[in-house]
C-alpha cells in the first residue's frame, strides 16, 4: 500500500502546484480551495507512506516525480518553453530517482 500511497500524495501535489497559478495568489476561491486540499492530501498520503519506506527514498521520489510532471503539465498547458538545459536538468532527476531505487541501501521498501 506504501507504493499506492506515494502515488496519491505525487498526483495531490502536482494538482495542487498545477493549480497554484490559477489562484492567483489566493484570490480566486475554487483554485485556492483545491490548492488547499490537494496539498493537504499530498501531505497526508505522504505521512502514511513514510511508515514503510524511508524519508529520504520517499521525499526523493515524491518531490523527483512532482518536477518532472509539472514542468510537463507547464509545457503542455501554460505554454512554458523547456530549453535543452531544462531536458537535461529533468533527465537527471529520474536518473537520481531510479538510481536511488535501484541502488540504495537505506533499507528494503
Same mark, same amino acid.
Request: net charge neutral; aromatic share 14%; hydrophobic share 60%.
Given at each position: 500500500?506504501?507504493?499506492?500511497? =506515494?502515488?496519491?500524495?505525487? *498526483?495531490?501535489?502536482?494538482?495542487? #502546484? ?8 489566493? #484570490? ?8 488547499? *486540499? ?8 505522504? !505521512?502514511?507512506?513514510?511508515? #514503510?519506506?524511508? *524519508? @529520504?527514498?520517499?521525499?526523493? &521520489?515524491? !518531490? $523527483? +516525480? @512532482?518536477?518532472? %510532471?509539472?514542468?510537463?503539465? +507547464?509545457? %503542455? ?5 523547456? !530549453?535543452?538545459?531544462?531536458? &537535461?536538468?529533468? $533527465?537527471?532527476?529520474?536518473? $537520481?530517482?531510479? *538510481? =536511488?531505487?535501484?541502488? !540504495? ?5
Amino acid at each position: 500500500m506504501s507504493w499506492f500511497y =506515494l502515488a496519491v500524495a505525487i *498526483v495531490a501535489e502536482i494538482i495542487a #502546484t498545477s493549480l497554484l497559478k490559477s489562484s492567483e495568489g489566493f #484570490t480566486r476561491l475554487w483554485p485556492s480551495l483545491v490548492v488547499i *486540499v490537494g496539498y493537504g492530501c499530498a501531505f497526508f498520503f505522504l !505521512s502514511l507512506t513514510l511508515r #514503510t519506506i524511508p *524519508v @529520504g527514498a520517499a521525499y526523493a &521520489i515524491w !518531490s $523527483g +516525480a @512532482g518536477i518532472v %510532471l509539472v514542468t510537463l503539465i +507547464a509545457w %503542455l498547458i501554460f505554454g512554458q518553453t523547456i !530549453s535543452l538545459p531544462d531536458v &537535461i536538468g529533468i $533527465g537527471l532527476i529520474i536518473a $537520481g530517482v531510479i *538510481v =536511488l531505487r535501484l541502488f !540504495s541501501e537505506t533499507g528494503e521498501y
